[in-house]
Structure formats: structure tokens, C-alpha cells
């Protein structure tokens, strides 16, 4: 067995059952290992801490599979942890056939680097690990005995693959899938998810329930969905009577699926307005032309990968919410999200209270937002809490 021997007390975050080793902790390696080989991570005095799946060249030189010795990596591991995961959402929170859900969420639900998510009957899986790669076959395997799946996609396209020194490979791995387009249901209405170019593995699952909460609020609101991508927030609020909506993003591929959405579900295409723009200049635009809206969505991409990075995007999230504050009428809501997971749940408020400090407005936060519950978060792993959001009410 191949060895991750620690440098002297650097072994106190795997006591903490955090999932991974970065390349700094470690003092040498024992053995030929090769990316995605299974090893044994040793403290310096040569305790055993965990098995893992080993990136010699990496910046996480390992990712934890498990914290028991005997604990065999191979075909049936792999098998057991899918299962696990699919049957505790199947218990917990049972979604319909033509529904979409979260069935892997990484190192949440044991298995670091691997995303799986269901649409319908179509399922996609997005490897990210060494770990992962090197098992993807048994994965697909029981991914196909588990799900029952008519077709199954690779979207391995995440940006972290170049960390972890993989090439992208996305396509279809089993059944068949022209084209690559999947329409789901979602909380009542319809919804087309392009699983071969689409974001992520096609669409945004871990919105879902805050789609249908903002949705709720928007009958008879003039509402500004920023961000809209293929328009979940924008067909929740249309199906819940807002008397219109002004979509704004940067991607015309976007636009025109969330488009095809209004259509799909019959709603009124006469109340929508497509903007294709930059959010940060069109938010400007409107200020300058003093529109007013009832109801402002704010969901960007991802603008703190890491910590690192969390001033700048701190300046980001502050100027778009500072702007949606002064758009909104007197008794306007503000549904403000961010998915960076540099940015904790404590800092985003404190950026939004700034914002409405400076924006000139007395604003209360009246609910807090968080992913659908098939993105659980493992206590041990706490960057696995990006998604957080507030839902501001201005006097
Ligand atoms: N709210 C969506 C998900 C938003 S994802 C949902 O529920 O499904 C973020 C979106 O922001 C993407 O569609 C991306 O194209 C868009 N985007 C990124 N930067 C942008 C910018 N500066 N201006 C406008 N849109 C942008």
C-alpha cells in the first residue's frame, strides 16, 4: 500500500475528519503512486488516519475515501456509497420520475470530486478528483443499475480538472440522448435543461426551492431578474401572476432557452422584457433611467472561489446589491444570493447591511436562503456551504 506520511502536527485537520490533504502537510510519499492511486495517510509518528485516493502533483495531494484501515476502495465501495446516497434522498426528500434532483453532492455524501444529478430519466455525472477518474467505470456502472437511467452523460468540464491535472471529457456514456435537451418538472411548471452545453450539469438544482419561494412573492410585482440564466426564477414568477419581469444576462444561448421556458409553460410573453447586457452596466442603466421594480433577484456566478479571492468579490456583490437597493420602490423586496464558497454566510450580510447602508435604505432581512436539502453539507466539511442567500425588505 502506498503511504502519505505527514509532516509533524499536521495531522490535525484528518483528526477533524476534514477530507483533504494539500501538498504543504505532507513530508514524503512512500511507494510509485500514481494520480488516483489508493494510499493509507500516516501521521509522522506513523499513525494510521485515513485511506485516500492520492495527486502526487496536486494542490490536494489526497482526498479522503474513508477513515477505517480495513476498508477495502474497489468496485463494491464505490457501489455502497452510490447506493447510500441515492436511498437517503429516496427516503428523505422522494422526488417524481420527471423531476430533477441532486443524487451526489462530492465530499458531502463520501465521495470527493463526483457530482451526479437526475433529470428525469436522463442522468449526468461530473468528475472533478483523480479519485474519481480513476473508478469512473464502476461509477457508471452503478450509476446505470441504481437510477435505471434511459440515458447517462459525462459533463467532466469543471474548471477545477486543470488543478487536478485531468483532461475535460463530456459526452454520452450510456443510451442515447438527441438532442442533448431534457425538459423537467419543477415545482408546477416546465423546464428545458441543455445537459451538453448547459452550466454546471445543465442547470442550477440547488436554486430549486428558492425559485419557488421568491416566485411565490411575485404576483402582481414588477420584478428585475438578474443573472436569469434559462429563466428558473423568472418562470416561477410569471406562474405566480408578477405582471412583469425584466431578465437580464450575458449569454444569448441562456436567454433564448429561458425564452423557449416562458413559452413552454403558455405564460404571458407580453409581460417579459430580455435584456441581454452586463448586469454590473445595465444595473447603472436603470438607475440612470429611473425604472423602479417590486421585486429584485440577485444571482451571480461564482465571484470567490476560495477565500483568497473574497475581497474582490466582496466589492462585486456590494456594488450590484447597493444598485438593486436604490431600484426598488418603497416596500421592495430584495432576494439577494451568493454561491461563492469564499464567502462566508456572516461576511454576504455584512456586505448586503453595507450596501443598504450606503444605498440610503432602511432595510430588514425577513428570510434566509440555503441549497435544496439533496446538497447536504457534511459537518466535516464546511466549504461545502456555498450557496446562501437574504431576502431584504425595504420601508
Ligand atoms: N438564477 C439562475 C442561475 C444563475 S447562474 C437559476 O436559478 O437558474 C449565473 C448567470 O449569470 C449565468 O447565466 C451567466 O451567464 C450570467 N452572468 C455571469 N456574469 C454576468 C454578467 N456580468 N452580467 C450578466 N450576466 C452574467
Known amino acids: 500500500m502506498n ?5 509533524a502536527g499536521r495531522e490535525k485537520s484528518l483528526l477533524r475528519r476534514h477530507p483533504w490533504v494539500f501538498s504543504g502537510a505532507v513530508a514524503r510519499i512512500d511507494g510509485k503512486a500514481s494520480a488516483g492511486d489508493t494510499a493509507h495517510v500516516v501521521a509522522n509518528d506513523g499513525r494510521f488516519l485515513a485511506i485516500v485516493a492520492v495527486n502526487p502533483d496536486a494542490n490536494i495531494s489526497a482526498r479522503v475515501w474513508d477513515w477505517n484501515e480495513a476498508t477495502q476502495i474497489n468496485t463494491a465501495f464505490f457501489h455502497h456509497r452510490l447506493e447510500a446516497a441515492i436511498g437517503m ?16 453532492h462530492g465530499e458531502s455524501d463520501g465521495l470527493p470530486g463526483l457530482i451526479v444529478d437526475r433529470y428525469a430519466d436522463v442522468v449526468v455525472l461530473q468528475i472533478s478528483s483523480a479519485g474519481c477518474h480513476r473508478w469512473r467505470e464502476a461509477i457508471i456502472a452503478s450509476l446505470q443499475k441504481l437510477t435505471a437511467a434511459r440515458a447517462i452523460y459525462e459533463r467532466s468540464d469543471a474548471d477545477v480538472l486543470e488543478l487536478e491535472g485531468l483532461a475535460p471529457r463530456t459526452g454520452l456514456v450510456k443510451g442515447e440522448l438527441d438532442p442533448p435537451i431534457v425538459e423537467i418538472s419543477e415545482s408546477g411548471v416546465r423546464l428545458r435543461v441543455d445537459v451538453a452545453t448547459g452550466h454546471k450539469t445543465g442547470f442550477y438544482l ?10 411565490q412573492l411575485a404576483a402582481g410585482r414588477d420584478v428585475l ?7 428558473g426564477f423568472t418562470v416561477q414568477a410569471l406562474a405566480h401572476g408578477a405582471a412583469s419581469v425584466t431578465s437580464v444576462d450575458s449569454s444569448a444561448d441562456a436567454l433564448q432557452l429561458a425564452r423557449e421556458n416562458v413559452r413552454l409553460n403558455a405564460l404571458p410573453e407580453d409581460r417579459c422584457e430580455w435584456v441581454d447586457a452586463d448586469v454590473f452596466h445595465y444595473l447603472r442603466k436603470l438607475r440612470d433611467q429611473d425604472r423602479q421594480f417590486d421585486l ?11 477565500a483568497a479571492t473574497a475581497e474582490r468579490a466582496a466589492r462585486g456583490y456590494k456594488d450590484i446589491n447597493l444598485l438593486g437597493f436604490k431600484l426598488l420602490r418603497p ?3 430584495l432576494a439577494t444570493f451568493s454561491c461563492s464558497g469564499g464567502v462566508s454566510a456572516d461576511l454576504f450580510r455584512k456586505i ?8 440610503g435604505t432602511d432595510a430588514q432581512v425577513i428570510d434566509q436562503f440555503h441549497s435544496t436539502p439533496d446538497h447536504p453539507v457534511s459537518l ?16
Do not use: M
Not at 89 to 104: N, Q, S
Not at 380 to 395: A, H, M, S, T, V
Open 3 to 7: 503511504k502519505i506520511i505527514l509532516k
Open 89 to 104: 434522498r429516496r427516503t428523505l426528500f422522494p422526488r417524481k420520475p420527471d423531476e430533477a434532483e441532486r443524487l451526489v
Open 206 to 215: 440547488d436554486q430549486r426551492d428558492n425559485r419557488l419561494r421568491v416566485g
Open 225 to 231: 431578474n438578474c443573472f436569469c440564466y434559462t429563466g
Open 296 to 306: 429584485i433577484i440577485l444571482d451571480p456566478p461564482k465571484f470567490a472561489p476560495t
Open 331 to 333: 416596500g421592495g423586496l
Open 352 to 359: 448586503v447591511a453595507g450596501a443598504a447602508l450606503d444605498a
Open 380 to 395: 466535516d466539511f464546511p466549504e461545502g456551504e456555498y450557496l446562501k442567500g437574504l431576502l431584504c425588505r425595504i420601508n
